[in-house]
Each structure stands twice: as C-alpha cells, then as structure tokens.
C-alpha cells in the first residue's frame, strides 16, 4: 500500500483524465451513463467466477461498515475490466448513483462517463483517491471517492479492486489504510481459503508464484527452498541461502529452531527488522512444522506476508494523531495527556515543573498582511526557537494557531522562573527576512509554577492563560507569572469582553480631544483624540484597562474605524461653525494599520463625513514600522490621499535613520518619558535636542507630549519644537467642553507661550 501523503502529492491521474474528457468532447455539467451493461445470465456467471472472492469481500465489507457506523459509505468491487460485480452499504448513496445509471452488470470505463473511482483504480494499478473537485462533472464533485486493487490470481495480475464512497464532507485519508487492510483481507482469506489441510504443504502452494517470502527447510534446519520473493525481502540472493542452516539467521532462526526442536508453531506473528541490504521490513509470519503421511517431522514451512507500506502508513496516522504537521512538535492532544500524567503522578517531577503559556504576538497580523505562507514559516521558525530553549526532559507542545506550551523542569521557585522567561523571550527577539521582508519576532509568556499551585488540569490552564493575558496587557513581549490576584482578572476578563461587544453595539465609547499648541504664538492648530469608554455601571474607563483585550480578541479593528470616523465628523462639524481648528488626530492600533485595505477605509471615511483629507492626521507608533515594506507601501497609500502621518512615541522603539527617510511622514511625537525629566536628567534633554535636529534635517515638524510646566515648555521653544500638548495647557477635554470653551482656551494659551 502507497503512503498517503505520497497518494496526495501525486495526483497528476486526475488531472490527466480530465484533460482526457475534454479532448473527448465532454462537458462538466453532463451526466454520463455506461453504455454496456451485462445480461442477468453473464453477471451471474461473472459473479459465480469471483464466488470465493465476493463472499469474503462481503464478509469483511460488513465490519468495515459496521466499524464506520454513523458515517454513510458505499462499498464496491469491479472485476479487472471495470465490471461492477457488487455494491453494499448506504442506501441514500446507492440511489443516487443508480439514478446515474450505475448497478451491478453495468461496465465503468473513462471513456463513456469520464474521470472515476473505477477506471483511475484500475489503470493505475495502485491506490487511488478522487476527492470532489478531482472529478471532471460537476454532479461527482459532492463524492469523495478511494480505491484499491486486488490480487487473487497468484500471477501478479490485476483481479479487480473494491472501492469507497463517500460524501466529500467525511473525506478521511484513513479510508485508504482501511481499503487498503480490506484488500489485504481479502487476498489473505483467499490464500487460506485454497491451502487444503490435508494435502502436502508443499503441494497447497505454489511457491515460485506467490507474492508471500516462502523459506522451506528439512528436519535439521537446511533450507531447501528460498523463493524470490523471500530474496527481495531478506535481501540475500537463493544460491547464498540454499544448502545452509536457517538456525544462523539473526532474523527468523530462533523461529525456525523452536519450530523444529520444540514442536512450536507460530501464526500471524509480526516480524520488524532489516535486511542484510539495511532496508526495513515489516511481515505478518507463519512458521509450521510439516509432516509426512505417518506424522513423522521432516521439516519446516515459512511463509511471510510483506505488511510493510500498510505499518509505515498506520505509523505514520499514529505519529499525526499525536503530533502537529506544520512544525512536528507534540499537538494539543498529546499535552493533554502529558500534563494529566505528571499532575496525576504517574510521571515524576510535578513539584519543580513549571507550566508556559507562549503566543507569537501579531502573528494574525502577519498572516493577513504578508499571507498564510509566511505565517506557516514563521511558525516553524518559532518552534525551533522553542526547541532550543528545552532542557533536558522538558517538553513543547502546539496546540493552536499562535499558542504554544512548554512544560518546564527544574524550575522551583519564582527567581528561576522568571531566568527561564528572560531566556525564552531573548531566545525570541529576532528579525527574519523573508521576500526582502523584516519580520519582527516576539513572544508573550505566561507562566505557572505546579510546585506552588497544584491543582488539576483545567485549573492549570485556567491559570497559565491568566497569567498569558497579562503579560500581553502589560505590552505584549514579555513574560508574566501566575499569582492568585489574577483570577479576579480571568473573571473580569470574561466580563469585560463581552461588555466591549455590547459598547459597541450600544455606542458607549466617547471622545476625548487634548489640544496641540504651536509653540511660537500659542495658537490651536489641531487636537488629538483619545477614546473613553463611559461604562453604564462602572463609570469612565481609560483606554489602558480595555485596548489590550479588544486587541486580543480582533474588536480593535471595529473600535479604531469608529474612532476615525467619529473624529471626522466632529473636526468638520467645528470648521462648519467657523472654530479654526486644522487637523484631528489620531491614534492607529497595529491591527488597523496591518490592514491591507487600510487606505481605503480611510477614503471612504473621509467621502463620507465630507473631511478635506489635508485635516486629518494618522497617528502610528516606532513598533508599527517594524514590516519596514509593508510600512512604505502602506504610509506612502494613505499620503497619497493627502492625509497626513506622524510617528507618536518616537525614540522608544526600533526606527532607524536609514528608514525613516523612506518614510512619507509629516510628523515626529517625542514621548512624554523624555519630556518629564528634561530639567533633571540630562540624558533625556540631549535626546529631545537630537530628535529635533535630525527631524529638521529630514523636514518634519516635532510634536512634544506630556508637557507639564513652563521650564518644559521653555526649553522645548530654545530647542526649535514646534508644537506641544499636555496638562501645562489642558487635559483631554469632551467635545462639547470643548467647542464651548475654546476662546476661553486660546486665550490663556497664547499667555502661557508669551
């Protein structure tokens, strides 16, 4: 039997059958019928020829069906013409191919009714599989369909093939193996059936001819016989073998002398090994003792059935159920069952184990920027990250899309802990370049200590996703380890969650407008919008206590259009009324601007509210520009619209000069951390006088945060900024405080500047 996944690399049958049915004229949407169909006297003698084989085809047929219950399939043999002999199983499905013209005594060729099971089978002469779409009409492209030929004449040649059918949503490459045990079955059951007891063995089988390894020696072990087969299996050629004593072989000797000295016999028994040429081998053996007519001991009879594909292939299912494809660690199931038998103690070392809750951070991103293909290879890049982070004994686990767990030992205590999650997140803070792309690579971890918290597998999932969610509230690439004031979290977690899908829904969330000061003469030329959200129960919240989970759950995308939208609308409400305001600012989250349709959103956010493009400011961070490609491509987009870009937070991130020129942005935000100690720490105050002259170098203009007092704002106007916000003026004011209160504004901050 052929492996799956080489039956599924290799379907260029199908494809060259269909090229077959168009060149024959055939059309997709036809339905086409045999043209031959057998008397009632021809099928019944063609039946009465395959009796034996149709018995025991039926015979196992019904276990396969009955192993199968729940799951409609129909089961069907062919003779090695095409003739359909017999079909068994679903009603539902033998109606509807009957309806096709399709019955016992009618003849399946491809040249009549087109791409199927049948023909592929039988002119392939291998196991085969037409899955929906590898039909050529379209009314098969329902039908999942899988066939395997047999063998029953002893020449080699094809006797037919039996085959499965199946609604295309049960598709499971596992019907293969199990035609394929059936075919085996079958061939088996027959060769039985045939060996006549009380004959001779040597007259029941014909041994140049089987495709079973035949080894035959007399009473002391000298083999007389060593088929070809047995030389293709052992890998030792006849002359080599014959004449010498089976006893010296390292495989099946101590077999064949038990056999023969001890009166044992042995049926069915599994043999794994290699041959003398290193090739392994997997075979069902027979070893029997064989008798003349008065029961005396004259030699013994070997036979062995090459299993090896259908092992390798029931091997490789096993391996699938328990480990994961893409990066060939250990899957979610194989966690389970692991972790239940450290916390249930049948594996030792629970106490100093230590449970790690790891997601790739923005993989979802990148996924719908840069495309699945990239995100597989990320994933593969970040298992074998993990792998280099596992100690002795430990183990890593995939068990979705983005999440990993590792279970950690000879971790005992928080100090170690928190060694391992410094090791793990330096292991991750790298770039790769793919397609001229960099690719920014970081990790969130949330840790559990068993030894201090041992509690039963839910909880501990509970646990390490608690501390997982944190340690992506506070900034994402990092670590964060479980403490028990993180199940009011969890709970509140839930809460929250489903309290933002209703804000949304209930329009909850207001804006907040700081305004932004040109530093020369005190005039309001803009204001940046700040999202609040006015709980109906618990009052105002801030951005910082519900950004990071509608990030986490993709409601950010929803919130951050409406955001964009809404401050449109309220800057062209205020030019309306004459308020000389020039732009409205705001804040872009990662998920938006990794948004491939991002700049025409914004278009159509603008045509809708009616907002000259030239007043509206988009505001991304350094962490942002990480994807430097994708950023250019992105930024010049929403330039060319005649928005306006400004890099906020500048100087905490990952920018270089190099790529900031690449860059079509009109703005530079220097964080508020370096405007706070600028009279105190000299450090700070160097950066901002660095900021500001490399962005006049390149022509942008600087935006200072978080000014407090008059000496910041002083030494921000010797320095060349150019405008400021923050408390020194006003705090975030509502919209209506302040459209009401401007003037009162204007005034007060040309004094301030004076």
């Given at each position: 039997?052929?492996l799956?996944?080489e039956i599924?690399?290799?379907?260029?049958?199908?494809?060259?059958?269909k090229?077959?049915?168009?060149?024959?004229?055939?059309?997709?949407?036809?339905?086409?019928?045999?043209k031959?169909?057998?008397?009632?006297?021809?099928?019944?003698?063609?039946?009465?020829?395959?009796?034996?084989?149709?018995?025991?085809?039926?015979?196992?047929?019904?276990?396969?069906?009955q192993s199968?219950?729940?799951?409609?399939?129909?089961?069907?043999?062919?003779d090695?013409?095409?003739?359909l002999?017999?079909?068994?199983?679903?009603?539902?499905?033998r109606?509807?191919?009957?309806?096709?013209?399709?019955?016992?005594?009618?003849?399946i060729?491809?040249?009549?009714?087109?791409?199927?099971?049948?023909?592929m089978?039988?002119?392939?002469g291998?196991?085969?599989?037409?899955?929906?779409?590898?039909?050529?009409?379209?009314?098969?492209?329902?039908?999942?369909?899988?066939?395997v030929?047999?063998?029953?004449?002893?020449?080699?040649?094809l006797?037919?093939?039996?085959?499965i059918?199946?609604?295309?949503?049960?598709?499971?490459?596992f019907?293969?193996?199990?035609?394929?045990?059936?075919?085996?079955s079958?061939?088996?059951?027959?060769?039985?059936?045939?060996q006549?007891?009380?004959l001779?063995i040597?007259?029941?089988?014909?041994?140049?001819?089987?495709?079973?390894?035949?080894?035959?020696?007399?009473?002391?072990?000298?083999?007389?016989?060593?088929?070809?087969?047995?030389?293709?299996?052992?890998?030792?050629?006849?002359?080599?073998?014959?004449?010498?004593?089976?006893?010296?072989?390292?495989?099946?000797?101590?077999l064949?002398k038990?056999?023969?000295?001890?009166?044992?016999?042995?049926e069915?028994?599994e043999?794994?090994?290699?041959?003398c040429?290193?090739?392994?081998?997997?075979?069902i053996?027979?070893?029997?003792p064989?008798?003349d007519?008065?029961?005396?001991?004259?030699?013994?009879?070997?036979?062995?059935?090459?299993?090896?594909?259908?092992?390798?292939?029931?091997?490789?299912?096993?391996?699938?159920?328990?480990?994961?494809e893409?990066?060939?660690?250990?899957?979610?199931?194989?966690?389970?069952?692991?972790?239940?038998?450290?916390?249930?103690?049948?594996?030792?070392?629970?106490?100093?184990m230590?449970?790690?809750?790891?997601?790739l951070?923005?993989?979802?991103?990148?996924?719908?920027?840069?495309?699945?293909?990239?995100?597989?290879?990320?994933?593969?890049e970040?298992?074998?990250?993990?792998?280099?982070?596992?100690?002795?004994?430990?183990?890593?686990?995939?068990?979705?899309?983005?999440?990993?767990?590792?279970?950690?030992?000879?971790?005992?205590?928080k100090?170690?802990a928190?060694?391992?999650?410094?090791?793990?997140?330096k292991?991750?803070?790298?770039?790769?370049?793919?397609?001229?792309?960099?690719?920014?690579?970081?990790?969130?971890?949330?840790?559990v200590?068993?030894?201090?918290?041992?509690?039963?597998?839910?909880?501990?999932?509970?646990?390490?996703?608690?501390?997982?969610?944190?340690?992506k509230?506070?900034?994402r690439?990092?670590?964060?380890?479980?403490?028990s004031?993180?199940?009011?979290?969890?709970?509140?977690?839930?809460?929250?969650?489903?309290?933002?899908?209703?804000?949304?829904e209930?329009?909850?969330?207001?804006?907040?407008?700081?305004?932004?000061?040109?530093?020369?003469?005190?005039?309001?030329?803009?204001v940046?919008?700040?999202?609040?959200?006015?709980?109906?129960?618990?009052?105002?919240?801030?951005?910082?206590?519900?950004?990071?989970?509608?990030?986490?759950t993709?409601?950010?995308?929803?919130?951050?259009?409406?955001v964009?939208?809404?401050?449109?609308?309220?800057?062209?409400?205020?030019?309306?009324?004459?308020?000389p305001?020039m732009?409205?600012?705001?804040?872009?989250?990662?998920?938006?601007?990794?948004?491939?349709?991002?700049?025409q959103?914004?278009?159509?956010?603008?045509?809708?509210?009616?907002?000259?493009?030239?007043?509206?400011?988009?505001?991304?961070?350094e962490?942002?520009?990480?994807?430097?490609?994708?950023?250019?491509?992105t930024?010049?987009?929403?330039?060319?619209?005649?928005?306006?870009?400004?890099i906020?937070?500048?100087?905490?991130?990952?920018?270089?000069?190099n790529?900031?020129?690449?860059?079509?942005?009109?703005?530079?935000?220097?964080?508020?951390?370096?405007?706070?100690?600028i009279?105190?720490?000299?450090s700070?105050?160097?950066?901002?006088?660095?900021?500001?002259?490399?962005?006049?170098?390149?022509?942008?203009e600087?935006?200072?945060?978080?000014?407090?007092?008059?000496?910041?704002?002083?030494?921000?106007?010797?320095?060349?900024?150019d405008?400021?916000?923050?408390?020194?003026?006003?705090?975030?004011?509502?919209a209506?405080?302040?459209?009401?209160?401007?003037?009162?504004?204007?005034k007060d901050?040309?004094?301030?500047?004076?």
């Amino acid at each position: 039997m052929i492996l799956q996944n080489e039956i599924e690399s290799d379907k260029d049958y199908a494809i060259r059958s269909k090229n077959r049915c168009m060149e024959w004229g055939m059309f997709p949407d036809e339905i086409k019928k045999p043209k031959y169909i057998m008397s009632g006297s021809g099928l019944a003698d063609k039946r009465k020829a395959y009796g034996e084989i149709i018995e025991v085809y039926k015979f196992f047929g019904e276990k396969v069906i009955q192993s199968l219950e729940g799951i409609p399939i129909l089961i069907m043999i062919s003779d090695e013409k095409g003739h359909l002999l017999d079909v068994m199983g679903d009603e539902a499905i033998r109606s509807k191919i009957v309806g096709d013209g399709i019955s016992p005594g009618c003849r399946i060729i491809e040249e009549e009714i087109g791409t199927n099971i049948i023909s592929m089978t039988l002119s392939e002469g291998r196991p085969v599989q037409l899955i929906g779409d590898d039909h050529f009409h379209s009314h098969l492209e329902c039908c999942s369909c899988y066939g395997v030929p047999f063998c029953c004449t002893g020449k080699g040649n094809l006797s037919g093939a039996v085959y499965i059918t199946a609604d295309v949503k049960f598709h499971n490459p596992f019907f293969i193996v199990m035609l394929a045990n059936l075919v085996d079955s079958i061939e088996r059951e027959l060769i039985l059936k045939k060996q006549n007891k009380k004959l001779n063995i040597m007259n029941q089988i014909m041994i140049k001819n089987t495709q079973n390894a035949i080894v035959v020696t007399d009473e002391k072990g000298i083999v007389l016989e060593f088929n070809e087969s047995a030389q293709t299996i052992f890998g030792y050629k006849k002359d080599r073998i014959i004449g010498r004593s089976i006893f010296k072989s390292p495989r099946t000797g101590h077999l064949f002398k038990n056999v023969l000295l001890n009166k044992m016999t042995y049926e069915n028994i599994e043999l794994k090994f290699k041959n003398c040429e290193e090739k392994m081998y997997v075979c069902i053996a027979e070893i029997l003792p064989i008798y003349d007519e008065d029961s005396k001991l004259t030699g013994a009879f070997g036979q062995f059935r090459n299993i090896t594909q259908r092992y390798l292939a029931e091997e490789k299912y096993n391996y699938l159920a328990y480990h994961d494809e893409l990066t060939g660690l250990a899957n979610r199931r194989c966690f389970s069952e692991t972790l239940t038998r450290y916390i249930e103690g049948k594996d030792s070392g629970r106490e100093d184990m230590a449970i790690v809750f790891l997601d790739l951070d923005r993989l979802k991103m990148i996924n719908d920027t840069f495309g699945h293909i990239k995100g597989d290879f990320l994933i593969r890049e970040s298992a074998n990250i993990i792998r280099e982070c596992l100690g002795e004994g430990d183990h890593a686990f995939r068990i979705g899309g983005d999440e990993f767990v590792l279970l950690c030992f000879g971790i005992e205590n928080k100090n170690q802990a928190q060694e391992l999650g410094k090791k793990i997140i330096k292991a991750f803070n790298r770039t790769i370049v793919i397609d001229d792309n960099e690719l920014h690579m970081t990790a969130s971890l949330g840790i559990v200590l068993y030894g201090e918290k041992q509690v039963s597998f839910e909880d501990c999932l509970i646990y390490a996703d608690n501390a997982l969610y944190k340690a992506k509230a506070n900034g994402r690439n990092g670590y964060f380890i479980y403490e028990s004031t993180l199940e009011k979290l969890y709970k509140d977690k839930l809460t929250l969650k489903l309290d933002i899908e209703r804000a949304l829904e209930s329009e909850e969330f207001v804006l907040h407008y700081q305004p932004q000061i040109d530093i020369k003469d005190g005039r309001i030329v803009g204001v940046e919008t700040l999202i609040r959200w006015q709980h109906k129960k618990r009052g105002l919240i801030f951005p910082n206590d519900f950004i990071p989970l509608a990030e986490e759950t993709g409601l950010i995308s929803q919130i951050g259009e409406w955001v964009i939208k809404n401050a449109c609308l309220q800057l062209k409400k205020w030019r309306d009324i004459n308020i000389p305001i020039m732009k409205v600012s705001v804040n872009l989250s990662a998920h938006q601007f990794l948004k491939n349709d991002l700049a025409q959103i914004v278009e159509g956010v603008l045509a809708e509210t009616g907002l000259a493009p030239v007043h509206l400011e988009l505001e991304i961070t350094e962490s942002m520009t990480m994807e430097v490609n994708y950023a250019i491509k992105t930024i010049k987009e929403l330039s060319d619209l005649g928005v306006k870009i400004s890099i906020d937070d500048f100087g905490t991130g990952y920018s270089s000069l190099n790529y900031l020129k690449k860059f079509e942005i009109d703005y530079l935000k220097i964080d508020k951390s370096f405007v706070n100690d600028i009279e105190t720490d000299k450090s700070d105050a160097n950066m901002i006088h660095t900021i500001i002259l490399m962005a006049q170098n390149l022509g942008l203009e600087v935006v200072a945060e978080g000014v407090e007092n008059r000496e910041q704002l002083k030494f921000l106007g010797n320095h060349g900024c150019d405008f400021v916000q923050g408390y020194y003026f006003s705090k975030p004011l509502t919209a209506e405080e302040f459209e009401s209160e401007f003037y009162n504004l204007q005034k007060d901050f040309i004094e301030k500047v004076e």
